[in-house]
């Protein structure tokens, strides 16, 4: 599975849209870009993945470079729940293989 | 309702102790794994499993052990060999084209 280079903290306004970037440059043909959160203590959970096309679902919007070599993740309207360690993956869908975590980015939303 | 259930939810244990940690999910899922992580890191692969009797080694595999009888459970056991093994412990579930599924996770203290 290709790496994942992420900012390791980034701060955003409640009510303002948070803008959440990722590198992942070596990324395959088959593989799809995957977004967890996980938030103090908790076990992550699924927000959005996509292989090319932009997604969105009631969580998120995802916005795949044209390349594939980088993605963002949108969260419209951050409140405060969603104060979160963020999480980019790229793995094949089709398959299982060792599904690897980075770092993530700590996401502060402050009032 | 279905789900990935870990117990116990916190767990101490002596020095030189060996302790197994429970995880079982009804989701039908096929591949299994278990992360490790520490304060303020990311998640660490230790094992995981893409069918029944078989599993392979994650990144930290040393000091711990797994088994796979069954589908639904897989058992982590952190053994005496494990000389740090203060730690979160996340168990998750995927099936094949979905994303992952984690538990609530376990916290384990050595006293």
């Known amino acids: 599975d290709a790496k994942t280079t992420q900012p390791p903290s980034m701060d955003c306004a409640e009510g303002r849209a948070a803008n959440l970037p990722c590198n992942h440059s070596t990324i395959s043909g088959n593989e799809y870009v995957y977004w967890y959160r996980q938030i103090h203590s908790q076990g992550p959970q699924y927000i959005i993945h996509?292989?090319?096309n932009n997604e969105t679902n009631e969580m998120a919007s995802l916005i795949i470079t044209e390349d594939r070599k980088s993605s963002t993740l949108i969260l419209p309207h951050a409140t405060l729940r969603d104060t979160a360690v963020y999480y980019c993956?790229?793995?094949?869908?089709?398959?299982?293989?060792?599904?690897?975590f980075g770092a993530g980015t700590q996401v502060v939303v402050t009032p | 309702d279905g789900g990935i259930t870990q117990s116990p939810k916190y767990l101490f244990r002596k020095e030189g102790q060996n302790v197994t940690l429970s995880c079982e999910q009804n989701?039908?899922?096929?591949?299994m794994y278990w992360y490790r992580q520490d304060p303020g890191q990311g998640l660490r692969l230790i094992y995981y499993s893409q069918i029944v009797n078989d599993f392979q080694k994650g990144d930290i595999a040393e000091g711990y052990s797994v088994s796979r009888e069954k589908k639904e459970s897989f058992p982590l056991t952190v053994t005496s060999a494990q000389k740090n093994p203060t730690a979160f412990y996340l168990c998750?579930?995927?099936?094949?084209?979905?994303?992952?599924?984690f538990g609530q996770g376990t916290r384990l203290t050595v006293v």
């Open positions: 996509g292989l090319k």
């Open positions: 989701l039908n899922h096929d591949a």
């Open positions: 998750a579930s995927i099936r094949r084209n979905t994303e992952a599924f």
């Open positions: 993956i790229v793995r094949v869908t089709d398959s299982w293989g060792k599904f690897q």
